[in-house]
């Protein structure tokens, strides 16, 4: 009977049993974590801010106090908008670049020149 281990076969493992470990949350990088965390902070504070504004405007008497509310509603879910889009950026370019699968090394080797 030959041995199975030169010919690069390995036996199976032994059987174990399954270990039931359940997560409460996904094993993510601490970065993605913060990726996720600015982006529920910036929707709350984009709810939050539309929200007040509209309540604001109950207590004007005539249209043009209205519409002077409506457009600085508008203009301030613009910059909300706009520092959102600008952290998920900046944040996303940075999550890229530190990425840990360039430390694993390259697959396989350069052939031998000499």
Request: hydrophobic residues 45%; aromatic residues 10%; charged residues 15%.
């Amino acid at each position: 009977m030959a041995d199975h281990r030169h010919q690069g076969w390995a036996p199976p493992p032994p059987n174990r049993p399954p270990v039931s470990r359940r997560r409460r949350f996904p094993r993510w990088r601490p970065l993605t974590w913060v990726v996720l965390a600015f982006n529920l902070l910036m929707l709350v504070w984009l709810v939050v801010g539309v929200n007040a504004a509209s309540d604001q405007g109950k207590s004007c008497v005539d249209q043009v106090c209205e519409d002077a509310n409506d457009v600085g509603t508008a203009i301030g879910a613009g910059v909300i908008l706009f520092v959102w889009a600008a952290g998920a950026v900046i944040l996303g370019v940075i999550w890229l670049v530190t990425n840990r699968s360039f430390q694993r090394g390259p697959t396989r080797q350069p052939p031998q020149r000499w």
